[in-house]
């Protein structure tokens, strides 16, 4: 088909919220030009190197319960949860002939596992989540890990406590893209396959995109879907300070061909765990084929690929407290992604203050499961339906970074996190020195990062862990200045609105 110059609503991004969001228009509004433009091999996507599981209760940890709008998030994941097997079949219905591939690829049940060797993080989420399935009613079973296929520990990280999800699984993330692509396809949304160079406004409203060969695309709505890398698109038509820069949560993750027998049925995986994921096994498709998943680099700037100590960690990890069988296995396919993680770890959706310009992004961890409501949603507001889930109003993008804890409870946090890590990645002490030692050093190093940000922000374990290190020349000087920005901004538009 035929590219036009000019669109109804062009979407930045061929991830699976791009994607998923330009069907779910297409199909409501057939009579919408709509396009989706990003480069066909989806440089640093998320969603293509996702495990991906479809886990609500899986990822509660014990911050879910703490402050509303986590609470917000924990409510769209599990309409998610109820609503992804009659997407998958309405997905199947678009595609028709070539369903079978999708139906093949999805995995019923998750497996929860708590490791011999977790920290006091793993644990207290593991916790957490408990009360939550039981607070809502959610179907689970304790189970023996002696009864597990596929599971396989060594012997100081055998699980101590395993729970099932039933109606918690994964589909392949792969598979549910390109299946997403063909349904776009055939309800005529066009695939431009091109990077988007910036973004085009007239006064205050959106008016298209430029694109990386100099060419340019009118609009009048655009959607925001270039998962971490959304915020640097916006930056040059936003005033300073509206929105909530983005990080950029670095995955490895690998598709594997076993060679040993007992291969895993259903999901396993641990509960999140300290500034990171849940280490997870994914059966896929194939006998024998297995995703393994994943860790969690966190940057400032785009990294160049995972990194080696990261990567040495966990693979490590993911032999000794979910199968150390999977070591024989062979390598198909290295992933590597950047989950879209906002300063405060929250996602960013909803118009900004340019008018026709939308966000869906900033999902972090769990952006495919939430994919059909997030689809949902920001459908309704761009065809202007009456918004009927007041759980998005947390995640506007033109707000401060939510804060969910005071400076001090960022640093004490962030310590803990790093004294989790530690022990996980193998670290013993002498009798004479506990783990203070490292407690306090992690404290002085968070305390720096928070007054060379003149204590404007509360940052998340997960973020502390990318800033910790840096210098003001390598982006913490950036990182302050959006912050007076923020507070400047943020302060204007409250008093605007009471005048
Ligand atoms: C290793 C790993 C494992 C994960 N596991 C899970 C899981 O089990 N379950 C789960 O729910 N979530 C998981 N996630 C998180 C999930 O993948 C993300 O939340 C979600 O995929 C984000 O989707 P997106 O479409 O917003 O962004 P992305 O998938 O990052 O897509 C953005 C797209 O925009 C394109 N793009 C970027 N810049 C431009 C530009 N300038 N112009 C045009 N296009 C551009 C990119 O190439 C990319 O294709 C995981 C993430 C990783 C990295």
Redesign the pocket.
């Known amino acids: 088909m035929a590219v036009r110059n000019s669109m109804d609503i062009a979407v ?9 969001i330009a069907v779910e228009i297409a199909r409501r509004a057939p009579k919408l030009e709509v396009a989706v ?3 066909p ?15 609500c209760f899986g ?1 509660v940890t014990k911050y879910t319960h703490q402050h509303p709008a986590a609470e917000a998030k924990f409510t769209i994941a599990r309409q998610a949860l109820d609503e992804w097997p009659a997407w998958l079949d309405r997905l199947c219905d678009d595609i028709g002939d070539d369903a079978a591939a999708l139906r093949a690829s999805r995995t019923e049940g998750t497996f929860v596992l708590l490791s011999g060797r977790s920290g006091h993080l793993a644990q207290e989420n593991f916790h957490a989540m408990r009360a939550a399935l039981i607070k809502y009613d959610e179907p689970h079973e304790p189970v023996d890990p002696q009864d597990i296929e596929g599971l396989d520990p060594s012997p100081t990280a055998r699980p101590s406590h395993a729970v099932h999800l039933p109606r918690e699984g ?1 589909v392949d ?1 792969r598979a549910v ?1 390109t299946a997403l692509e063909a349904a776009a396809g055939r309800h005529g949304v066009h695939l431009v396959p ?4 910036g973004l085009l406004a007239d006064a205050d409203t959106v008016a298209g ?1 430029r ?2 060969d100099g060419s340019t695309l009118s609009a009048g709505t655009v959607i925001l ?6 915020s ?2 916006a930056d040059s038509v936003l005033p300073p300070g509206e929105t909530p820069p983005m990080l950029h ?5 690998l598709v594997t061909r076993r060679t040993a027998p007992h291969r895993a049925r259903e999901v396993l995986r641990t509960p999140i765990r300290a500034g990171s ?1 849940g280490l ?1 096994l ?1 059966p896929l498709a194939g006998a024998d084929e297995q995703y393994i ?4 680099m966190v940057t400032l700037r785009p990294a160049h690929g995972p990194g080696v100590g990261d990567g040495h960690a966990f693979l490590r990890q993911i032999c000794e407290h979910l199968d150390q069988r999977i070591a024989s296995s062979q390598v198909t396919q290295w ?6 993680m906002p300063l405060d770890c929250f996602p960013l959706i909803g118009e900004s203050s340019l008018r026709g310009l939308h966000f ?12 059909p409501v997030i689809a949902r949603h920001v459908t309704d507001t761009v065809l202007d339906r009456p918004a009927t889930d007041p759980n998005f109003d947390w995640f506007t993008p033109k707000r401060l970074p939510i804060q969910t804890m005071t400076v001090e409870e960022a640093i004490a946090e962030f310590a803990s996190h790093e004294v989790d890590a530690a022990y996980e990645y193998g670290l013993t002490l002498p009798f004479w020195l506990d783990s203070e030692t490292v407690a306090q050093h992690s404290k002085q190093r968070a305390r720096r990062v928070h007054e060379e940000l003149d204590e404007l922000v509360a940052l998340p374990p997960d973020n502390l862990m990318a800033l910790q290190g840096l210098t003001p020349a390598e982006g913490l000087a950036d990182l302050r200045r959006y912050l007076h920005a923020a507070h400047a901004y943020h302060q204007k538009s409250a008093q605007t609105a009471t005048v």
């Open positions: 930045v991004g061929n991830g699976v919220l791009g994607l998923s433009i990003g480069p091999e989806r440089p640093l996507a998320a969603s293509v190197a996702a495990g991906a599981m479809l886990n990822e994964a993330a893209v091109a990077a988007v160079r995109v694109l990386a879907a270039a998962g971490s890398t959304s640097a698109l949560g670095n995955g490895l993750s994921c997870h994914v998943g994943a860790n969690n992933l590597h992604g950047a989950r879209p869906a992004t900033g999902t972090y961890r769990d952006g495919f499961h939430c994919s």
